[in-house]
């Protein structure tokens, strides 16, 4: 009797540790591919990431002192001081550039309509199709370096050295013009009752 549980122990404990040795073995596999894993999870879900961790960089010919603006489509639009409006995918690669006359300072305004509008120091405001394409462009007499404001009815307005504000149509017809007591660096304003616009100058007052 005794023998016989005796051996009943042992073959017990022979195949605990078997067992024992296939978690193990299952445990070491897992960990082993725990980061491979995870590295095709990133690589197939761009918005994964650690908080403040890089996605992209993208270099462009010269400083970017605007603002990026996103579209609604995941396009990333944005100038820079070598004279070029930048239109980048989610992921950072470049769908296209347009080049105007001179540095790009503003950030660009993407409308309701798909339409891209960009100040430049070459005195000029430029309307452009979110596939790159000139529509038009506006002459002031001054750098124009503030974001441009679009209303519902699809007016353009923007500031420009030149003391003024202007009011534009979606053809870049001017509509009317204000003129303030200095250079108009700022972004217009549009009010909740879209009928008033506020704009600041720097003859140190606010319109």
């Given at each position: 009797?005794?023998?016989?549980?005796?051996?009943?122990?042992?073959?017990?404990?022979?195949?605990?540790?078997?067992?024992?040795?296939?978690?193990?073995?299952?445990?070491?596999?897992?960990?082993?591919?725990?980061?491979?894993?995870?590295?095709?999870?990133?690589?197939?879900?761009?918005?994964?990431?650690?908080?403040?961790?890089?996605?992209?960089?993208?270099?462009?010919?010269?400083?970017?002192?605007?603002?990026?603006?996103?579209?609604?489509?995941?396009?990333v639009y944005a100038g820079s001081y070598d004279h070029k409006l930048y239109a980048l995918t989610a992921e950072g690669k470049l769908k296209w550039s347009y080049a105007t006359g001179d540095e790009i300072y503003g950030s660009p305004t993407v409308s309701s309509t798909r339409t891209v509008y960009v100040g430049s120091n070459d005195n000029k405001l430029y309307s452009l199709t979110t596939e790159g394409r000139l529509k038009w462009s506006f002459a002031t007499g001054g750098h124009v370096e503030g974001l441009p404001a679009v209303d519902v009815g699809g007016t353009v307005y923007v500031g420009s050295f030149d003391n003024k504000l202007y009011a534009l149509t979606g053809e870049g017809k001017m509509k009317w013009n204000y003129t303030t007591g200095g250079h108009i660096i700022s972004s217009p304003a549009l009010g909740a009752n879209g009928t008033t616009v506020y704009i600041g100058s720097n003859d140190h007052k606010l319109y």
């Open positions: 009797m005794g023998g016989w549980v005796e051996g009943r122990s042992l073959r017990s404990g022979v195949h605990s540790m078997q067992v024992l040795g296939l978690v193990c073995t299952i445990l070491l596999v897992l960990l082993a591919a725990a980061p491979v894993v995870a590295e095709t999870a990133r690589a197939r879900s761009p918005r994964c990431g650690a908080p403040g961790e890089l996605r992209w960089s993208y270099a462009t010919g010269d400083a970017v002192y605007g603002s990026p603006t996103p579209g609604e489509d995941g396009t």
